[in-house]
């Protein structure tokens, strides 16, 4: 690992529990958020023989994306928590031939990138996990060239994104819903607020900061038959978090509760539920 984490109860969460089971599903969840994240790649607008940073790249989608867009004259550095992730990240690399795409197992929060000066420090979904997010945003605005710039996609609130919010509640007459988090706290509504995220950016030293939302429909669990979008979303997301240790009897309730909530929204593509996210830019 390139630094010690500071976020051990991440590191784990991503190794042991999390990062298998993403490993398993990748395909199904790279279909499904593929969109979103190719279109915060074109709001970065990376361009041949950019030098990029890829925070929180898991199994190494839009790390490859980024590799084929700086092409043989740029570099792109993966960093993520999760070994299990970064081996499916590294194949798919290699299978590619993508010689100017490298990973690291690292927290990004604690790793140094000072003098690497990317031009772009990028992330799909990998920037809310921070302990201490001001000081990792100061770390990665270390990371940038003076004109580089930083562009993440992050989740808006969970009232706002149907494909998650409408599985956990039909999963919740059957199970003991967690708390929720406090605001702000690790996890995938952690950057939901825009006033939270600019504070966050702020004190970390960034300008220019924007937040454009990207709300738009998606393929849920990437337009698998209906029985299989069930499964995909009683591991994943809010629900997944739920049913993590719940019977099979009561994960069988729960899944015909499941079905029944998202079967009118079941088509020959598979399911389609809105997602509402935040394209956020911000410069050193």
Same mark, same amino acid.
């Given at each position: 690992?390139?630094?010690?984490?500071?976020?051990?109860?991440?590191?784990?969460?991503?190794?042991? /529990?999390?990062?298998?089971?993403?490993?398993?599903?990748?395909?199904? #969840?790279?279909?499904?958020?593929?969109?979103?994240?190719?279109?915060? #790649?074109?709001?970065?607008?990376?361009?041949?023989?950019? %030098?990029?940073?890829?925070?929180?790249?898991?199994?190494?989608?839009?790390?490859?994306?980024?590799?084929?867009?700086?092409?043989? /004259?740029?570099?792109?550095?993966?960093?993520?928590? !999760?070994?299990?992730?970064?081996?499916?990240?590294?194949?798919?690399?290699?299978?590619?031939?993508?010689?100017?795409?490298?990973?690291?197992?690292?927290?990004?929060? +604690?790793? !140094?990138?000072?003098?690497?000066?990317?031009?772009?420090?990028?992330?799909?979904?990998?920037?809310?996990?921070?302990?201490?997010?001001? $000081?990792?945003?100061?770390?990665?605005?270390?990371?940038?060239?003076?004109?580089?710039?930083? +562009?993440?996609?992050?989740?808006?609130?969970?009232?706002?994104?149907?494909?998650?919010?409408?599985?956990?509640?039909?999963?919740?007459?059957? +199970?003991?819903?967690?708390?929720?988090?406090?605001?702000?706290?690790?996890?995938?509504? $952690?950057?939901?607020?825009?006033?939270?995220? %600019?504070?966050?950016?702020?004190?970390?030293?960034?300008?220019?900061?924007?937040?454009?939302?990207?709300? %738009?429909?998606? +393929?849920?669990?990437?337009?698998?038959?209906?029985?299989?979008?069930?499964?995909?979303?009683?591991?994943?997301?809010?629900?997944?978090? $739920?049913?993590?240790?719940?019977?099979?009897? /009561?994960?069988?309730?729960?899944?015909?509760?499941?079905?029944?909530?998202?079967?009118?929204?079941?088509?020959?593509?598979?399911? %389609?539920?809105?997602?509402? /996210?935040? #394209?956020? !830019? $911000?410069?050193?």
């Amino acid at each position: 690992m390139g630094a010690e984490s500071v976020n051990a109860e991440q590191d784990e969460y991503w190794n042991e /529990t999390a990062g298998p089971k993403w490993v398993a599903l990748a395909d199904l #969840i790279d279909e499904q958020i593929a969109p979103l994240g190719l279109e915060a #790649i074109e709001a970065a607008a990376v361009v041949e023989g950019a %030098r990029v940073l890829d925070v929180g790249c898991g199994c190494g989608q839009t790390t490859v994306q980024l590799g084929a867009r700086v092409g043989p /004259t740029g570099r792109v550095l993966g960093v993520d928590l !999760s070994e299990p992730m970064l081996e499916v990240a590294r194949t798919r690399a290699s299978e590619r031939a993508l010689d100017q795409v490298r990973f690291e197992r690292a927290d990004a929060q +604690v790793r !140094s990138f000072a003098g690497d000066g990317f031009d772009r420090v990028f992330s799909r979904f990998g920037v809310m996990f921070f302990a201490d997010p001001p $000081a990792a945003f100061a770390n990665l605005r270390a990371a940038l060239a003076p004109q580089g710039r930083l +562009v993440f996609l992050c989740w808006q609130a969970l009232a706002k994104n149907p494909w998650m919010l409408r599985p956990l509640m039909a999963a919740a007459p059957h +199970v003991d819903l967690p708390p929720p988090p406090e605001p702000g706290s690790p996890g995938p509504f $952690a950057f939901a607020d825009p006033d939270h995220v %600019r504070g966050i950016l702020e004190a970390a030293g960034f300008g220019d900061i924007e937040l454009v939302p990207l709300e %738009r429909e998606i +393929v849920v669990g990437g337009g698998r038959g209906l029985e299989e979008t069930v499964d995909f979303v009683l591991q994943m997301g809010p629900a997944g978090v $739920a049913m993590r240790e719940a019977d099979k009897a /009561t994960r069988d309730k729960a899944s015909a509760s499941v079905r029944e909530a998202l079967e009118p929204f079941a088509g020959p593509d598979g399911v %389609r539920l809105d997602a509402a /996210t935040w #394209i956020v !830019s $911000a410069r050193p």
